[in-house]
């Protein structure tokens, strides 16, 4: 049995659960709950604040946990990040009030910067040299500038709009953020195991969310031109179409690759080009 820690409630619990699923991983999740037995693995789930994750997942209280990179670095725990898992993107910045005449780092020398995040705000300025100091706060962050508590902030931002909403501008990057897997460092073999299970059907959703299933209807004169352009995993298959002459292609392709290739496709006289969504892939 292995026990894996994600966000109770907040901005990356419901993706969290959601990748246990497309694992195949099959659990109830009633909102009250603060653990949950999977029916098919052998898999607790426990429903914990993020900031409380790296404790338990170094102390072995849970195995593995799922949580913002951004909490991994803050909490600075002895835990290992294993798998970047591509949602909950975003980065950690400092902003100042927008009249500022902002010349570049040295600004922050003698200022004090608020931020929930002061042991990544800390690392960062020491390593950049600069003597600046910090108020921690645990949310509305950004209107410390404004009651006169600290001339900047330290914050997670996405779009940039709540800074902009409290009169703030963006002034440099501390650190880029996203979900991450992380691990207890010394888990024995059976959980070992049973990370490793896991993490090969990770990789499985992870490869089908983008990767694209492509089938179009080529002359066979040109399925050699067609498949060139199609990376695909080893080659495609071809099958041949009840009109002469014609073929159907079939392969797997990045969808961004995709979009590159098809005016291509369509000029080598591709037709009736179909894009499906893949459920798994095992490459
Ligand atoms: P908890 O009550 O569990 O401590 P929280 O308020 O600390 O929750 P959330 O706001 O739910 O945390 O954010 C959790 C994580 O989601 C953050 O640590 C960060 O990694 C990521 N995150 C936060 N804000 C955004 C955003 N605007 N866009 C993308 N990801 C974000
Ligand atoms: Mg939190």
Redesign the pocket.
Known sequence: MIRIAV??????SDKSLQLLKDCGIKFDNGTRKLSSKAKNFPIEILFL???DIPQYVAQGVADLGI??L??VEEKDQKVDVIKQLGF???RLSLAVQKDVDYTGLEWFNGKRVASSYTTIVKKFFADKGINATTEEIGGSVEIAPGIGLAEGICD?V?TGSTLIMNGLKEVETVMY?E?VLIANPSLNDEKKELLDKLMFRMEAVQNAAKNKYILLNAPNDKIKEISDLLPGMKSPTVLPLAEEGWSSLHSVIEENDFWNVIDQLKDAGAQGILVSPIEKLIV
């Open positions: 966000q109770k409630s907040g901005r990356l604040r993020d900031d949580l913002g951004n909490e909950a993107g975003c997670i996405s953020s979900a």
